[in-house]
């Protein structure tokens, strides 16, 4: 989880991959609307944001029932979407990849072919509540190399 940019996609395909998991990007649960509010600069509302997260939910609950570990690379700003994510499941954790707005924004300027605009990404960190304690997540900052990431996360799930 994390802003736009953080490194998401790129972290949570490498984990899918080392451990054999299957691997979802939230992205492609979006509406057809809500990519077109984004690539607009329109930042997405709560409103906007409930069904892809019920989508996304109704996903992790398929591959639990059919006994399947997984991993999703998905933004889950804020505490109310990562509850609606994990469904009170105590095995659904939550990596959470953080750093600072410079760095991801510079992140976000070089990368070509994502509907995700800079321009968003302040909304994004004016949404984003950091997971607290009580959450169990694994907190980990973006300007370590990706195959540490991946090490640590692994490290921490085994």
């Known amino acids: 989880m994390?802003?736009?940019?953080?490194?998401k996609s790129t972290v949570a395909s490498l984990l899918a991959k080392r451990?054999?998991?299957?691997?979802?990007?939230?992205?492609?649960?979006?509406?057809?609307?809500?990519?077109?509010?984004?690539?607009?600069?329109?930042?997405l509302t709560d409103?906007?944001?409930?069904?892809?997260?019920?989508?996304?939910?109704?996903?992790?609950d398929g591959e639990r029932a059919a006994g399947r570990s997984c991993v999703i690379a998905c933004s889950a700003l804020r505490r109310a979407y990562r509850e609606r994510?994990?469904?009170?499941?105590?095995?659904?954790?939550f990596v959470y990849l953080r750093g600072d707005y410079d760095l991801i924004?510079?992140?976000?300027?070089?990368?070509?072919?994502?509907?995700?605009?800079v321009s968003l990404l302040?909304?994004?960190?004016?949404t984003l509540e950091e997971p607290g304690s009580d959450e169990n997540p694994l907190v980990l900052s973006?300007?370590?190399?990706?195959?540490h990431l991946v090490d640590e996360i692994a490290a921490n799930l085994s």
């Open 105 to 117: 924004a510079s992140r976000l300027s070089g990368r070509s072919g994502h509907y995700m605009p």
């Open 85 to 93: 994510l994990s469904g009170a499941h105590a095995d659904v954790r």
């Open 47 to 60: 409103e906007d944001r409930w069904p892809w997260l019920d989508a996304i939910a109704m996903w992790i």
């Open 122 to 126: 302040a909304s994004q960190f004016r």
């Open 142 to 147: 973006i300007e370590e190399p990706v195959e």
């Open 19 to 43: 451990f054999r998991w299957t691997f979802a990007e939230a992205d492609a649960f979006h509406s057809r609307e809500n990519v077109e509010k984004m690539r607009n600069g329109i930042a």
């Open 2 to 7: 994390g802003v736009s940019g953080c490194g």
